[in-house]
């Protein structure tokens, strides 16, 4: 299984950036995909999970500007991030695991990683 993230960049406050995870190699249907981001000196949190069937759950930090979508035919997940702040910088990596958990928030529970991608927000 390959997760492949892309769509980070450098942008002003405000501004917005799509984030994707590519999908390879698994049954893509069955699959939660997460996303969380690490800012530097700090550990990784969890920003928002989606899987087949299952609500989209969002971090308190992103909810109402940041918005998870899944194209299952593209085996692709997006990640709209909108009015984004200074302390959205991070970066950020897809994660993924066959089924659901309940601690979807744990990354010690998905098993499969993107390699990151920069996201910088200039105040």
């Known amino acids: 299984v390959q997760l492949q993230a892309s769509g980070g960049g450098f942008v002003q406050s405000g501004g917005s950036l799509r984030l994707s995870c590519a999908a390879s190699g698994t049954t893509f249907s069955n699959f939660a995909i997460g996303w969380f981001r690490q800012a530097p000196g700090k550990a990784r949190d969890f920003v928002a999970v989606t899987g087949s069937g299952r609500p989209t759950y969002y971090a308190d930090s992103v909810k109402g500007r940041f918005i998870l979508s899944r194209d299952t035919a593209k085996r692709t997940v997006y990640l709209q991030m909108d009015n984004l702040k200074p302390e959205d910088t991070a970066v950020y990596y897809c994660?993924?695991?066959?089924?659901?958990?309940?601690?979807?928030?744990?990354?010690?529970?998905?098993?499969?990683w993107g390699q990151g991608t920069q996201v910088t927000v200039s105040s």
């Open positions: 994660a993924g695991r066959a089924g659901w958990h309940v601690r979807f928030g744990a990354e010690n529970e998905y098993h499969y």
